[in-house]
């Protein structure tokens, strides 16, 4: 295992220091979570981003008929609510 030196804000720190102590958890622990959710989210959306990219390119879709698309979902599920 490495160690690096990260620089913080105070008040992100006291934040960081006042979750842990909640958690039980070291200072260190939780920052690591918190590298491993981020980096993990941001897989995350790259692959649906791909998924996108690769089923626009599949159905020839133009970007109106993307954007028409989305917007009907979004009227679908604020009615299905």
Do not use: C, P
Not at 29 to 48: D, P
Not at 62 to 76: G, L, S, Y
């Amino acid at each position: 295992m490495s160690t690096v030196n990260i620089s913080f804000q105070d008040s992100l720190l006291k934040e960081i220091d006042k979750t842990a102590k909640k958690e039980h958890r070291s200072r260190s622990e939780l920052i690591r979570e918190a590298a491993r959710q981020y980096i993990r989210r941001q897989n995350q959306w790259n692959e649906l981003f791909q998924l996108g990219d690769r089923t626009v390119k599949e159905k020839q879709l133009t970007i109106e008929e993307v954007e028409e698309e989305i917007v009907a979902t979004r009227h679908k599920r604020s009615n299905d609510r």
